[in-house]
């Protein structure tokens, strides 16, 4: 579904986990981003990048590996691949597209393309690499925290950042590297948006924003989060993380409590961890 466009930028947000994919133009290239998540949303999504695409070389930018953001691969395979060097080395491929396989299984949903782990042209190995097609300039940093694979991207001129699973409007963090990784990223999102007014923010879930103020208050929630689930570790309440999610309006519950115990598991075994080093 079409949920905001912009000049020289589209996107489409599945209706699953509200993930969004962007489709993204400047006069040198089109760039597609985390295709998702059901067929029909996916070949929407083909079809509207075959329509504009014009003679310009389209690029699929994967901003890590979890499944939600790789099963459109095989509808884009014959575009040029971009992403993390970890992304393209990993030894747990098939592990990732087995939920897309089980998913499929489990909601009898049918693809027309194979379920494959993307395969990656232009493996993004160093902090801060950039990559220039004519006027168009991608910059690329590491963001860690949320897994161990990610990477954002700035577009310029657009001066768009793509962020992959930070700083949404719907959730909070959800940690499967380390605490620690994902305050690094959380700075470098602080720093682009210092050092960009106009930047326009492309989080993977929920809604894109322009607004430096909001773009400030979803990095001060995530961080409020972290430090939250730190006390907690602590001081074991759970109304406070209640509370916490009363006070950002966060909807879905149920599946948002697990999660928080899943943070709260990674961050006792990071200190437990840290105790014995």
């Known amino acids: 579904m079409l949920t905001y466009h912009a000049k020289g930028l589209r996107v489409f947000q599945s209706e699953l986990y509200q993930t969004n994919c962007f489709v993204i133009e ?28 014009g003679g310009r070389p389209v690029y699929l930018f994967f ?23 970890t992304l393209a ?8 597209t087995a939920v897309v396989e089980r998913l499929d299984d489990e909601f009898y ?43 954002m991207c700035l577009v310029e001129p657009l001066n768009m950042l793509i962020t992959g699973d930070y700083v949404s409007d719907i959730e909070f963090p959800f940690v ?22 106009d930047l326009l923010l492309l989080p ?12 400030a208050r979803r990095i001060a929630d995530s961080e409020a989060y972290l430090r939250l689930t730190e006390e907690l570790l602590d001081e074991r309440d759970d109304s406070r993380f209640e509370a916490f999610m009363d006070r950002l309006g966060y909807r879905f519950r149920l599946g948002f409590r697990l999660r928080h115990e899943a943070n709260m598991q990674q ?11």
Request: with cysteine.
């Open 204 to 215: 993977s879930h929920g809604a894109v924003t322009a607004d430096g103020k909001e773009i």
């Open 176 to 197: 499967f590297d380390t605490y620690g990784h994902y305050r690094q990223t959380l700075a470098k999102i602080a720093s682009f948006s210092r050092d960009y007014d």
């Open 26 to 53: 400047t006069d040198d290239l089109v760039l597609v981003v985390d295709p998702n998540y059901l067929p029909s949303e996916i070949d929407a999504v083909r079809q509207y990048v075959d329509e504009v695409q």
């Open 63 to 85: 901003t890590h590996s979890d499944f939600d953001h790789i099963v459109g691969f095989g509808s884009f395979a014959d575009c040029t691949v971009i992403a993390g060097q």
């Open 109 to 151: 949903i049918r693809r027309p393309y194979g379920i494959d782990y993307p395969r990656v042209d232009i493996a993004v190995a160093e902090e801060g690499e950039r990559l220039t097609i004519g006027g168009t300039t991608l910059t690329f940093r590491t963001a860690y925290g949320h897994n161990d694979d990610g990477l």
């Open 89 to 96: 080395n990993r030894q747990d491929k098939a592990d990732r």
């Open 267 to 277: 961050l006792a075994q990071e200190r437990a961890q840290a105790a014995l080093s």
